[in-house]
C-alpha cells in the first residue's frame, strides 16, 4: 500500500509541477516597467505577463518564459488611452491604420459624437469587425442623423408618429451595442431641436444602461443656459452625462470656468452622474457654418444658396455674423482659420482675414463677412477657430471628473491644415501640462486617460491593468513624451511612446507603428 501511496504522490507532485511550468509561459512579458495601472495610485515596478490578449500575471515574473520579451526599464507601463470624443466615420476605410492615435498612445476610440453616427450602428460595428482597424472602435447613435433619417433638415418639431419613429431607431441601436446617445445642438438638424425631443430619446437609451453626450447649444454667451439644458436631459431621463469639449469660447467669455465648472460640481453633488471632457488647446475646430444663424442652414445647401441669393436676407445674415464678432471684441475675422476647403484647397491655412485681402477686397469686417458667405455658397468649409484662454484650459483641466479627447477623425497624413488635436492630445498633456508646467500629477493624468473613461462608457474589462483584462497597454518615456503638431505644421506624430499593444498585439515597436491591426468593436 505504501508503495502506492508513494507512486500516487510522486505522480500528482509531477501533476502539479507540469501545471505551474506551462502556467509560467506567456506570448509577451513587458518587464520592470513603472506601472501606472490607472487607478491614480503611485507607479510600482513589475512586470505583466501576456496570453491570447489578456493580462494574465503582474509582479515578479523573472521566472517566467515568453515568445517575446519588451525590457521596459525607466519606463511608464499604463493601460491603452480611451479617446472618448472622435469622429472617424468614413475615415476607417480610408486609413485602418489609424496612426495619428496609435503614435498618441490611443487603443480605444468612442465615436459617433455631436450628434453625428451611422444610423445602422448594427451594421457599421459589423463593418469594423471585418475591415480590422488598429485601435477599438465604440459608438454612440447620433440625434442629427436620426432626425435627419426621419425628417430630413426641417425646421420644426416632430409630430408624434415622427418622434416613435425617432425612439424606435435610437432602441434599435442601444440593442445593436451603442454606448448611448449624442447630440450636436449647435449643428443642423440638431439645433431645430426642443428640450423634450432629447429627454424622450434619451430615456430610451437610458433603458438600455448608455450615456447622454452632448456638443450642447452653446459654449459661448449662453453657456450657463446650455450647461443647464444637459443637466435637465440628464435628470429628466435619469441618464449619465457627459458633457462633450468643455469649453468657453470667444474673449469676452474668457475667465468664465469660475461659473461653469462649479454647475458640474453642484449637480454631482445632487446626485446627477455628470462628467466632462476637453481637448488641452486654446483653439477650436467645426464647420465655417457655424458663424451664420441657423435658419440659413435648414434643408441643405440648395437652400441656403437660395436664401442668400435674396439681398436683404443676405444683408441681415452678414449683420448677425458682424454683430458675432463685435461681441468677440474684434475688428476682424482674424481667428477662423481654413482646415479643409474642397473648392480651392490653396486656402487652407489661411484664416478669413487674409483670405479676404488675396481677393483683392478692402480690409474690412463687412467684406470679410461676403468672403464667408461666398464660401458658404461654395459648399463651405471645415474651420480652426482661435478663441479660448489659456487659463481656463487650466482650471478644467485641474477639475477630477474631466477626461481628455482629440475630437478628432483618423488624420490622413498631409491631408489638408487640421486641428493638432487629431495628432497630439495625450502627448501635449503629459508634456506640457503635466511635465512642463504641472497643472496635474501624471498619475492622475493617467487615470483620466484610462479607468475614467472605461467605466463612464462601461468598457468592461479596459482602462486598468489587472489580471484578466484586455491587454491594452502603452509604454512611454514621461521624460521625452512630446506633441510635435502645430496649427501651422499639424501632420507631425507624437514622440515618446515606444509601445502601444492593442488586445495583446504590438501596434507599435521601438517608437514606429507596425502593420498590426487588432482592434475590435466594442459594443454596450
Excluded at 54 to 62: D, E, Y
Excluded at 186 to 198: F, R
Excluded at 267 to 278: K, N
Excluded at 376 to 389: D, I, K, L, R
Aim: aromatic share 8%.
Amino acid at each position: 500500500m505504501k508503495s502506492n501511496h508513494t507512486i500516487l504522490l510522486i505522480f500528482i507532485l509531477f501533476l502539479l509541477t507540469s501545471t505551474s511550468l506551462i502556467s509560467q509561459t506567456a506570448d509577451i512579458i513587458l518587464k520592470h516597467g513603472k506601472i501606472l495601472d490607472g487607478t491614480g495610485n503611485s507607479w510600482f515596478i513589475g512586470d505583466i505577463a501576456i496570453q491570447n490578449g489578456k493580462i494574465i500575471k503582474m509582479g515578479n515574473l523573472s521566472k517566467w518564459q515568453a515568445v517575446k520579451t519588451i525590457d521596459a526599464t525607466g519606463l511608464i507601463v499604463a493601460p491603452g488611452f480611451i479617446d472618448i470624443h472622435t469622429h472617424i466615420e468614413d475615415d476607417e476605410k480610408k486609413n485602418p491604420l489609424a496612426s495619428n492615435f496609435i503614435y498618441d498612445g490611443v487603443t480605444s476610440v468612442i465615436t459617433g459624437n455631436c450628434g453625428l453616427s451611422e444610423v445602422n450602428l448594427g451594421k457599421y460595428l459589423s463593418m469594423i469587425d471585418s475591415l480590422k482597424v488598429s485601435v477599438n472602435i465604440a459608438a454612440l447613435i447620433g440625434h442629427n442623423n436620426i432626425r435627419k433619417a426621419v425628417m430630413g433638415a426641417a425646421n420644426r418639431e416632430p409630430n408624434e408618429v415622427e418622434m416613435q419613429q425617432m425612439e424606435a431607431l435610437v432602441e434599435q441601436a442601444m440593442k445593436d451595442g451603442a454606448m448611448g446617445l449624442s447630440t450636436g445642438l449647435i449643428y443642423i438638424p440638431g439645433a431645430y431641436a426642443k428640450t423634450i425631443e432629447i429627454v424622450r430619446l434619451a430615456k430610451i437609451a437610458a433603458r438600455y444602461n448608455g450615456v447622454y453626450a452632448s456638443h450642447m447649444r452653446d459654449e459661448g454667451d449662453a453657456i450657463i443656459e446650455a450647461i443647464e439644458e444637459a443637466l435637465t436631459i440628464g435628470r429628466s431621463a435619469n441618464i449619465p452625462v457627459e458633457i462633450s469639449h468643455f469649453k468657453l469660447s470667444g474673449q469676452q467669455n474668457w475667465g468664465r470656468s469660475k461659473e461653469t465648472i462649479p454647475m458640474i460640481i453642484k449637480a454631482r453633488e445632487a446626485g446627477l452622474d455628470v462628467t466632462i471632457d476637453q481637448y488641452p488647446y486654446t483653439a477650436s475646430s467645426t464647420s465655417l457654418s457655424t458663424l451664420l444663424p441657423d435658419w440659413i442652414l435648414a434643408d441643405g445647401q440648395d437652400s441656403i444658396k437660395a436664401r442668400l441669393a435674396n439681398a436683404s436676407i443676405r444683408k441681415e445674415t452678414k449683420q448677425y455674423m458682424l454683430q458675432k464678432l463685435k461681441r468677440r471684441k474684434l475688428s476682424h475675422f482674424s481667428y477662423p482659420f481654413v482646415a479643409s476647403f474642397k473648392a480651392d484647397s490653396s486656402l487652407n491655412g489661411k484664416n478669413i482675414e487674409a483670405i479676404n485681402l488675396l481677393k483683392g477686397r478692402k480690409h474690412a469686417a463687412k467684406a470679410e463677412a461676403e468672403t464667408i458667405l461666398e464660401m458658404m455658397e461654395q459648399g463651405g468649409a471645415g474651420m480652426v477657430f482661435h478663441g479660448m484662454s489659456d487659463a481656463d484650459v487650466k482650471a478644467i483641466m485641474r477639475y477630477p471628473f474631466n477626461m481628455f479627447a482629440s475630437d478628432a477623425s483618423i488624420r490622413i497624413y498631409n491631408q489638408g491644415n487640421p486641428h493638432p488635436r487629431g495628432y497630439g492630445t495625450n502627448a501635449r498633456v503629459l508634456g506640457k501640462y503635466v511635465r512642463e508646467e504641472n497643472i496635474i500629477s501624471l498619475e492622475e493624468a493617467i487615470r483620466r486617460m484610462t479607468s475614467l473613461p472605461a467605466q463612464k462608457f462601461n468598457l468592461k474589462q479596459r482602462g486598468l491593468l489587472r489580471e484578466g483584462y484586455a491587454a491594452d497597454i502603452v509604454v512611454f518615456d514621461e521624460k521625452t513624451v512630446s506633441d510635435l503638431s502645430t496649427y501651422d505644421q499639424p501632420h507631425q506624430y507624437s514622440t515618446g511612446f515606444k509601445y502601444v499593444l492593442v488586445n495583446g498585439a504590438i501596434a507599435l515597436a521601438e517608437g514606429k507603428q507596425t502593420t498590426i491591426r487588432s482592434g475590435i468593436a466594442l459594443r454596450n
